[in-house]
């Protein structure tokens, strides 16, 4: 798949189905990326939710120069930034203030499921926030390194370079042939 750009054409043409592909194809990726900014994953999946919104009531306004996946990632981004902006006025009531807390399974112990993918993660996690960003996107979402600039808003050397310190920081945390995992 192309990332979601021949589901979007054909949403596009009319075929509301497509559109459902392309939720099932990229909702959790824009949540999870979501999710590294703002730490909260409610907050990460109703960004994702408004994100994936955009497709629907501005149809337009993707204009196919870059992938999909790229523009949802770059928008995601830009909300996550706003809503962390945003977070700094509001005031939070304590865990002992607050009336209910939903139960039920978090998307993260449904998305980490296996060891593995567990302990990269963590790995991942465990390096500093730009090269983490870099790491996931390049890695875990399949961007290219053009891609990962934009939407990381820097220049290809400097996302060369962080990849080449990230897998050189993951071989030292993993192991060199990922034993670890």
Not at 26 to 31: D, K, N, Q, R
Not at 94 to 121: M, N, T, W, Y
Request: aromatic residues 8%; proline residues 1%; contains cysteine.
């Amino acid at each position: 798949m192309d990332d979601g750009a021949s589901s979007y054409r054909r949403f596009l043409d009319g075929e509301e189905a497509a559109f459902d592909e392309i939720m099932e194809s990229l909702f959790y990726s824009v949540v999870i990326f979501v999710d590294r900014f703002v730490r909260d994953i409610h907050a990460a999946e109703d960004i994702a939710i408004d994100v994936m919104s955009e497709l629907v009531v501005h149809r337009h306004r993707y204009d196919f120069k870059v992938s999909l996946k790229t523009y949802l990632l770059m928008m995601a981004r830009s909300r996550a930034l706003d809503y962390i902006r945003r977070r700094r006025i509001i005031r939070f009531v304590g865990l002992d203030q607050a009336q209910e807390i939903p139960d039920g399974e978090a998307l993260e112990e449904r998305v980490f499921r296996e060891d593995s993918k567990r302990l990269l993660h963590r790995a991942i996690a465990g390096l500093p926030e730009e090269m983490a960003q870099a790491v996931h996107l390049c890695y875990l979402e399949g961007l290219s390194y053009a891609e990962v600039a934009k939407v990381m808003k820097v220049d290809r050397k400097r996302v060369d370079n962080l990849l080449y310190r990230g897998k050189k920081a993951l071989r030292d945390i993993l192991g060199e042939d990922g034993e670890l995992l």
